[in-house]
């Protein structure tokens, strides 16, 4: 069956890709896509590794169906020196053939065959040696307590670092991997180990179990010192009748801390193998806790990769990460049926991974840990992304490639949180049970192979007898970008009430985009009727409409986003909005986020006064839900930083956020209590970051700043005594020692970071150090981030500080513009795309914008994805600026 199912999968890829693409002349490198009259058919991949060492070696053996005549093939490598190229024929005969790497910049390169061959299947063996990448892609290196490891992240574009291939989604086929490294060292893939040999000088060879067809950007493996943990087996179920053999894999000494994350992992797979009655397919299952790491984790299927601090808990573990350890599990073993089973024919469509998995694992936490309010989670999410999607230079879902920076910056709020919620607001329109159906199908038609959007809309399409205009409104939020503005007006008429709907494009003060835009909207509208609280829908495929709201109570409050299902911003009328904020308390939790949210859209309209905004917020602070009660902070944030612009108007919203939220942090304390709900641990953290650093609330500073001497001070054996902070509020109160003690506190995190492995430590000092204020000190904290004591990975933690105020935003421009090649060179350029928000970020000027955009526009060429980058900053900043204008500080 799984060479009958890779047959059909090749077939049909190739039918594909020859229907796409028309044969590349053979004097032009191809530019994105690689031509398809060449297709893998299947990889055998042999590394030599010692992470010792600077470099390793490899042998990649790839079978290749030429379709057409050709004196050459076009595939991907980047920055390999190979030595040997052989091209071996239908026939058995063996020829040289020479490896040309054509284009450095883009990874692209030419196998020269010598002489034309017909269309046959090829097989090219190339040796080859490479050094181990130093910016956390293809195969790379780091270092934990001074001891090396070596491991892999090969997503988006990163294989071809560590191996010649085809290096697209679409390109999907069985691997056969081979390790051979020291006897003292372990090597952990994506399938099991089938054999293990001798390889003479102090070597071992070990070979694993054959794939399932995969990506290039699947394809997995670690070679170092590794612990392994042994989990529960995950038991068979009515999809599958083997056992899962599940292991943490963690840095020597480390494992051991990851019982937690194993214990509930068999609960999240049984829970996607019930929705999508697929039972999952990659055998083991592995999951590893990596020492340095780029994304927060990776789907490879059999050996998802993560960072350290998501697996590594115990029970005094900040809840923080027990929460985000459980959440991001669930969304990279959603992608094991979503990405790996089925996975998206090009990177347009990498919402189809992202999107899904972020759906699903909300699905997933909801099941099995409903106090996590996932449901609320969705809601913030999708409000993050609006903010996003609010720009005129925002991404569609499905966004078109031009180059490597489209692929590599597509992976962002609009891919994740936006898609997610367009999938729960058409899973709402049609109904779960049928979306179920749709996505259950989806997954048998493609099982092992690619899809596209067309393929799932369809889907979904098929199962709820839904036809053209349902696949056109789901196109709508797909195939353009923007945030709809539903407006709404209550009338009566001919004795019933109705509400007349209008849509448009929700634009902030100051955008130059084009309002007159239309979606396809699921439109769900609840009120107050005579028998109670009631939910009418439409779908609002035009610029008007209205419905009637049966049995309506007289003065009827109007909610319209009911359940907060859409992805849309509502706005009312003058009479509206009074009578709903006087009911805010009839509202579900996540209709009250969607009244936060489009409260602040308004403000961000400039439709609203800051006195104005702070009043409709006002009772929502008094929520007992704490996601729903710190909803309004980051408007009132914004209105403290930029609005107000003296004393006495800061005064006044420190006022007001302390009458808020001070006895409730008062209430809850400032250590964790043994039993206490893990919902009230969060909200303390919450409220504690927010009142004391962002508000600088004196008597939250003083509580800390307890906290954040006694961590600082010495213990016997030389280190700081970090355990005397409560776990939770250990970053926060750093913070605000180093913001109070200036240099002394500095000094003593940048000494002991080095000199600490685990890392919720690293991290809660990491967030101490970028709280720096003092300019000598914060130059002195941004220089130890480009140092080998700090992780690539970590290195944002710091950086991202310092965008509060105008002077400490003057002060990290200087620095970065200083030493921004330093920094390139570090993270390289998955992270480019972000280089311009990292220093921009926060500004709230014209001035501020136009030098970011003097500096970077002669240097987008250079750094790939920064031009997406750049523009959303310099509108985001621009947009800031026009809010200020026009807003009144004296009316606060």
Request: hydrophobic share 40%; charged share 20%; with cysteine.
């Amino acid at each position: 069956m799984h060479r009958l199912v890779s047959t059909i999968a090749l077939t049909a890829l190739a039918a594909c890709c020859t229907a796409a693409f028309a044969a590349t002349p053979n004097d032009q490198a191809p530019h994105g896509r690689l031509p398809a009259w060449a297709v893998p058919q299947s990889y055998q991949l042999s590394f030599r590794v010692d992470p010792s060492q600077a470099q390793f070696t490899g042998t990649t053996t790839i079978k290749v169906a030429l379709k057409a005549a050709a004196d050459h093939v076009w595939l991907d490598g980047n920055g390999l020196v190979v030595s040997k190229v052989a091209v071996t024929g239908a026939d058995g005969k063996t020829l040289d053939g020479k490896y040309v790497a054509v284009s450095p910049k883009e990874g692209v390169s030419r196998i020269d065959f010598g002489s034309v061959l017909k269309p046959q299947l090829l097989t090219l063996t190339i040796d080859y040696s490479a050094p181990f990448n130093e910016q956390l892609q293809g195969l790379y290196k780091v270092s934990r307590a001074g001891v090396p490891y070596a491991m892999t992240q090969m997503e988006p574009i990163s294989a071809r670092f560590a191996f010649p291939g085809f290096d697209e989604p679409g390109f999907k086929t069985p691997y056969d991997i081979t390790l051979t490294i020291p006897n003292s060292q372990v090597g952990v893939a994506n399938t099991r180990q089938i054999s293990e040999t001798a390889a003479g000088d102090g070597f071992k060879t070990l070979k694993f179990e054959q794939t399932r067809p995969l990506p290039t950007y699947l394809v997995a493996f670690a070679v170092g010192p590794w612990d392994i943990a042994k989990g529960p087996d995950i038991s068979p179920d009515d999809f599958r009748k083997d056992a899962i053999t599940l292991r943490g894999v963690a840095a020597t000494g480390e494992a051991h801390r990851m019982q937690h994350v194993l214990s509930e992992t068999p609960s999240i797979i049984h829970t996607l193998e019930n929705y999508y009655g697929f039972g999952y397919p990659f055998g083991k299952l592995d999951l590893l806790a990596a020492p340095d790491f780029s994304a927060g984790a990776m789907e490879n299927p059999g050996l998802v990769t993560f960072r350290d601090w998501l697996l590594l808990l115990d029970p005094d573990s900040p809840e923080q990460y027990v929460r985000g350890s459980f959440n991001v599990t669930a969304h990279e073993l959603a992608h094991q049926w979503t990405g790996d089973t089925v996975t998206l024919a090009w990177w347009d469509d990498i919402w189809l991974n992202e999107a899904f998995a972020t759906w699903m694992q909300q699905k997933v936490t909801m099941k099995v840990h409903p106090e996590y309010r996932a449901d609320l989670d969705r809601i913030s999410g999708a409000e993050g992304a609006m903010r996003n999607d609010s720009l005129n230079s925002a991404r569609k879902i499905r966004q078109p490639i031009t180059g490597n920076g489209d692929i590599e910056t597509a992976f962002d709020g609009i891919t994740y949180q936006k898609g997610a919620a367009v999938i729960g607001m058409f899973e709402g329109y049609v109904g779960e049970d049928t979306f179920q159906q749709g996505m259950r199908s989806y997954i048998q038609a493609h099982k092992f192979g690619n899809a596209t959007a067309k393929d799932l809309v369809g889907s979904i399409a098929t199962a709820a007898h839904q036809g053209d205009a349902f696949k056109h409104a789901f196109n709508s939020f797909l195939d353009q970008s923007g945030v709809p503005y539903v407006q709404a007006k209550v009338e009566q008429k001919n004795g019933k009430t109705e509400v007349q709907l209008s849509q448009s494009r929700y634009l902030p003060l100051g955008s130059t985009g084009d309002m007159g835009r239309v979606w396809g909207i699921p439109v769900c509208v609840r009120y107050a009727s005579t028998a109670g609280a009631k939910s009418s829908c439409m779908m609002l495929d035009k610029a008007t409409g209205s419905m009637t709201l049966a049995d309506a109570a007289p003065s009827a409050w109007v909610m319209p986003n009911a359940d907060a299902r859409g992805y849309y911003r509502f706005s009312l009328d003058k009479a509206g909005w009074t009578n709903l904020a006087q009911h805010v308390d009839s509202l579900s939790n996540g209709e009250q986020l969607a009244y936060a949210d489009s409260v602040d859209a308004g403000f961000r309209k400039g439709e609203w006064t800051a006195a104005e905004a702070m009043a409709a917020l006002q009772p929502l602070t008094k929520v007992n839900v704490g996601e729903v009660a710190v909803a309004p902070l980051s408007t009132l944030e914004w209105i403290y930083r930029y609005e107000a612009t003296n004393d006495a108007q800061r005064a006044k919203v420190v006022e007001w956020v302390k009458a808020a939220y001070l006895p409730r942090m008062q209430q809850l304390g400032y250590q964790r209590k043994a039993g206490e709900l893990s919902a009230d641990t969060l909200l303390r953290t919450q409220l504690a970051a927010a009142l004391a650093l962002n508000f600088k609330v004196p008597e939250v500073r003083a509580a800390l700043l307890t906290q954040g001497d006694a961590a600082l001070a010495k213990k016997a054996d030389g280190h700081l005594n970090l355990q005397a902070a409560d776990p939770d509020l250990l970053g926060v109160a750093l913070g605000v020692a180093v913001q109070e003690r200036g240099k002394p506190a500095v000094d003593a995190l940048i000494a002991e970071l080095p000199q600490t492995t685990s890392p919720d430590l690293r991290n809660a000092m990491l967030e101490g150090l970028s709280n720096v204020e003092q300019p000598a000190q914060a130059d002195q904290v941004r220089d130890f981030a480009l140092t080998k004591d700090v992780k690539v990975g970590e290195m944002a933690m710091i950086l991202r500080g310092g965008q509060e105020t105008t002077e400490s935003r003057n002060s990290l421009w200087q620095w970065f513009t200083a030493h921004d090649a330093q920094v390139l060179g570090r993270t390289g350029s998955f992270a480019s795309g972000m280089l311009p928000r990292l220093v921009g970020g926060g500004s709230c000027s014209t001035a501020e914008a136009d030098r970011l955009q003097a500096y970077f526009t002669p240097r987008l060429k250079d750094i790939a994805g920064s031009d997406r980058g750049l523009a959303q900053t310099r509108e985001q900043t621009v947009l800031c600026a026009a809010l200020k204008a026009k807003q009144d500080p004296s009316k606060i």
